[in-house]
């Protein structure tokens, strides 16, 4: 256990840049998945064979993206990706070049969660909607979002733990963080007990957004 500690005091600062970078990278990929996954997510739902506003051309091309992107193996999609991340960034490397395949998954992940999210209301919200007269946005904002809002937070919370963990992949590419981390303090050191403790912080970094997510999930469920 001292040597524990002793590793962790002589490496903190280190611990201090790579999870900020973890932070840095989920920041940015989860706004990615709200501000794009969730009206994407929402598209689906709506064009789907059989759904609200039935566009099978529109449904077919967003869910592929969303059936690939998920499918696609996590490592093989950033080399996928490289010349594209390397035109808008010019480089594949460090942590902002590595947070932009992971906001693709995010987006893909979040899209799917809010669609199955929105499948479990109940079809009385949408004829309720109907009989008032709502617009078609006005249905998806003040109905469905409003009825489908803790399952939405709990979705996002469950899309954010994923996202940590695939940003633990991007350190084989530079990315930085705490997969980085762990790979090059840690494992490549031979320094096992570091490499452990920095497992342990991601462990912890989890079970503190599911503690949160859990509450603010239960805090929306008016039901």
Not at 96 to 117: D, M, S, W
Not at 165 to 177: E, H, K, N, Q
Not at 189 to 205: K, P, Q, R
């Amino acid at each position: 256990m001292t040597e524990v500690f002793a590793s962790l005091a002589a490496n903190v600062d280190e611990i201090g840049i790579a999870v900020a970078e973890t932070g840095f990278m989920l920041a940015f990929s989860l706004a990615a998945a709200v501000i794009l996954g969730l009206p994407l997510g929402v598209l689906i739902y709506l064009t789907r064979p059989g759904g609200p506003q039935e566009k099978r051309p529109l449904w077919t091309v967003a869910n592929l993206y969303v059936t690939v992107v998920r499918s696609f193996p996590f490592l093989l999609f950033v080399v996928f990706l490289i010349p594209l991340t390397r035109l808008l960034y010019g480089t594949t490397f460090g942590t902002g070049a590595a947070t932009f395949p992971l906001c693709f998954v995010g987006v893909a992940l979040y899209a799917r969660l809010v669609e199955q999210i929105l499948l479990e209301v109940p079809p009385g919200i949408l004829h309720a909607a109907r009989s008032m007269g709502a617009s078609s946005a006005q249905t998806v904002v003040s109905f469905l979002l409003v009825e489908a809002r803790s399952g939405l937070v709990y979705a996002l919370t469950s899309a954010a733990i994923s996202l940590i963990s695939y940003s633990t992949v991007l350190g084989i590419v530079g990315g930085g963080g705490l997969g980085d981390f762990a790979l090059r303090y840690g494992y490549q050191e031979y320094d096992y007990a570091l490499m452990y403790s920095t497992i342990v912080i991601v462990i912890a970094c989890v079970l503190l957004l599911q503690f949160a997510g859990e509450k603010v999930s239960a805090a929306l469920d008016k039901r």
